[in-house]
T-cell receptor, first 115, second 116 residues
Framework: NAGVMQNPRHLVRRRGQEARLRCSPM?????VYWYRQLPEEGLKFMVY????????ESGMPKERFSAEFPKEGPSILRIQQVVRGDSAAYFC?????????????FGDGTRLSIL | AQSVAQPEDQVNVAEGNPLTVKCTYS??????LFWYVQYPNRGLQFLLKYITGDNLVKGSYGFEAEFNKSQTSFHLKKPSALVSDSALYFCAVREGNTGTASKLTFGTGTRLQVTL
């Protein structure tokens, strides 16, 4: 499968636990984006990363949320001390290097539920 | 700041009839515009884009969209709807000519319901 791979597809956490969401971009893509979708709403931008660099984190909450895209391995979106309001679908997208006019390609998302 | 408006929460159309899903945008510079479709429990699938050139762009599954600069619109169209087109459609914009890829701003989505 050459598409954007996200895992897990579903994640259940209790309040106060940590959630780790993983994203492997399409082959040849070095730009990764994370978006959050609340029920019946559009996608909201969270963070944009290239390998080992955060380019734009203007959509990330100031506390508890962090993201990385290491030289090797998938991009990780980490949510510490989760709260009920973190329940949402989290989507990762990727695009080719230097592809300003290229579409972003999306994974199938991780649906996070907080008990 | 960039923004997208999709004024209709839902569009209903009979199979075989033409469909239009509306989108208007606001961006500082030249717009790069995209349409995506989302099926239940899936990610967004790219349908088409406008970057430059002809105002009418053609995309996947028989969809097309018309860029209108004066009306700042980018409506999605299809001449003959299919029941299988029923899904959630998102319009998105980013500012072009910024030199690097950057975030997309999405509309709130329009649910298309095609009936027999």
């Amino acid at each position: 499968n050459a598409g954007v791979m996200q895992n897990p597809r579903h994640l259940v956490r209790r309040r106060g636990q940590e959630a780790r969401l993983r994203c492997s971009p399409m082959k040849g893509h070095s730009h990764v984006y994370w978006y959050r979708q609340l029920p019946e709403e559009g996608l909201k931008f969270m963070v944009y990363l290239q390998k080992e660099n955060i380019i734009d984190e203007s959509g990330m909450p100031k506390e508890r949320f962090s993201a990385e895209f290491p030289k090797e391995g998938p991009s990780i979106l980490r949510i510490q001390q989760v709260v009920r309001g973190d329940s949402a679908a989290y989507f990762c997208a990727s695009s080719p290097q230097g592809g300003g006019n290229q579409p972003q390609h999306f994974g199938d998302g991780t649906r996070l539920s907080i008990l | 700041a960039q923004s997208v408006a999709q004024p209709e929460d839902q569009v209903n159309v009979a199979e075989g009839n033409p469909l239009t899903v509306k989108c208007t945008y606001s961006v500082s510079g030249n717009p790069y515009l995209f349409w995506y479709v989302q099926y239940p429990n899936r990610g967004l699938q790219f349908l088409l884009k406008y970057i430059t050139g002809d105002n009418l762009v053609k995309g996947s599954y028989g969809f097309e969209a018309e860029f209108n600069k004066s009306q700042t619109s980018f409506h999605l169209k299809k001449p003959s709807a299919l029941v299988s087109d029923s899904a959630l459609y998102f319009c998105a914009v980013r500012e072009g000519n910024t030199g690097t890829a950057s975030k997309l701003t999405f509309g709130t989505g329009t649910r298309l319901q095609v009936t027999l």
